[in-house]
Nanobody, 128 residues
């Protein structure tokens, strides 16, 4: 079964940090572009970060640039999203996505939403 599974969400205080993981099973992430998205109830899904299959190219939404860091470890078939200096507006369900299409097509100028694989999401709650 081909799937992505996010983990690492939970309750975090404002100003705190959190690291989300996205593990693939049933296929190799090595040749896939990875995207992270988030969605609040009643709102559209927002693309927030993206990384090329090699890890050499990344992109971030303005709302998270400087606080979020995307990375990947192809040997572990896993991608990550480090969230620092958490703000109340970061409280959302976070999704990872993967696609064989390249970084330029999926991420360079905008965050495409037609990724082929999606995880089920992990909740991030921000509260003091």
């Amino acid at each position: 079964q081909l799937q992505l599974v996010e983990s690492g969400g939970g309750l975090v205080q404002p100003g705190g940090s959190l690291k989300l993981s996205c593990a693939a099973s049933g296929f190799s992430l090595e040749y896939h572009t990875i995207g992270w998205f988030r969605q609040a109830p009643g709102k559209d899904r927002e693309g927030i970060s993206c990384i090329s299959n090699s890890g050499k190219s990344t992109n971030y939404a303005d709302s998270v640039r400087g606080r979020f860091t995307i990375s990947r470890d192809n040997s572990k078939n896993t991608a990550y999203l480090q969230i620092n200096n958490v703000k109340p507006e970061d409280a959302d369900v976070y999704y990872c996505a993967a696609d064989r299409a390249g970084f330029v097509e999926m991420c360079r100028n905008h965050f495409a939403t037609n990724f082929g694989y999606w995880g089920q999401g992990t909740q991030v709650t921000v509260s003091s």
